[in-house]
């Protein structure tokens, strides 16, 4: 079946402008993350969905980050204001809901290559 | 707090060595999971294995094996004869028991394997 997708691929942007991130999970994952992977370094974990609520927003680095998921599907990752500190590959993951046993699997998507010139 | 190190930023092997990769975590708690991913030059993470604390039992699969060891918070991954596909920057990663699941990453570990 289909994997995680996201999209666009690649977005270059000025600073001071606001970009959207997109990601399409697994249908029947009902858990979605957000990473961050900065150039040479691992990934940082942004925000955690269990369906459309948020239960972990921990990782947001400043109020310029949000997201938000429709129902348990798309999801989208907003940057206001974007800095040159915010260019980086943003990564989605979808898995099936944490506590069933044996499936906290992540399945990642190809991310988002993000330039803030 | 959880935390994964992998102190080896950067290993080179000829084309069938063996290479292990290291990995080594801290975290308070008495249930958690450990896994390793690859992400080749493509950029999209492979998952690899995933490994419950309460099961010690070293896995092979394949050409790839793993060795966990608690006494020690390791989680060390071994590739038997390497090949040149393997080359790719390998992240071991921890996630808590039944708490939003979200993954702890080490920094990674980039292996080149040169024919």
């Known amino acids: 079946g289909a994997g995680v997708s996201q999209s666009p691929s690649n977005k270059v942007t000025e600073k001071g402008k606001d970009v959207e991130l997109r990601c399409d999970p697994i249908s029947g994952h009902t858990a979605l993350y957000w990473y961050r992977q900065r150039l040479g370094q691992g990934l940082e974990f942004l925000i955690y969905?269990?369906?459309?609520?948020?239960?972990?927003k921990s990782g947001l680095p400043s109020d310029r980050f949000s997201a938000e998921r429709t129902g348990e599907s798309v999801s989208t990752l907003t940057i206001q204001r974007t800095q040159q500190e915010d260019s980086a590959v943003y990564l989605c993951a979808s898995s099936l809901p944490p506590g069933l046993a044996g499936n906290n699997e992540q399945f990642f998507g190809p991310g988002t290559r993000l330039t803030v010139l | 707090a959880q935390k994964v190190t992998q102190a080896q930023t950067e290993i080179s092997v000829v084309e069938k060595e063996d290479v292990t990769l290291d990995c080594v975590y801290e975290?308070?708690?008495?249930?958690?999971?450990l896994f390793w991913y690859k992400q080749p030059p493509s950029g999209e993470l492979v998952f690899l294995i995933r490994r419950n604390s309460f099961d010690e039992q070293n896995e092979i699969s394949g050409r790839y094996s793993w060795n966990f060891q608690k006494s020690t918070s390791s989680f060390n991954f071994t590739i038997t004869a390497s090949q040149v596909v393997d080359s790719a920057v390998y992240f071991c990663?921890?996630?808590?028991?039944?708490?939003?699941?979200?993954?702890?990453f080490g920094g990674g570990t980039r292996l080149m394997v040169k024919p």
């Open positions: 969905f269990q369906g459309n609520s948020a239960p972990d």
């Open positions: 990663a921890l996630s808590r028991n039944n708490a939003g699941n979200m993954l702890t």
């Open positions: 975290t308070r708690d008495t249930t958690y999971y």
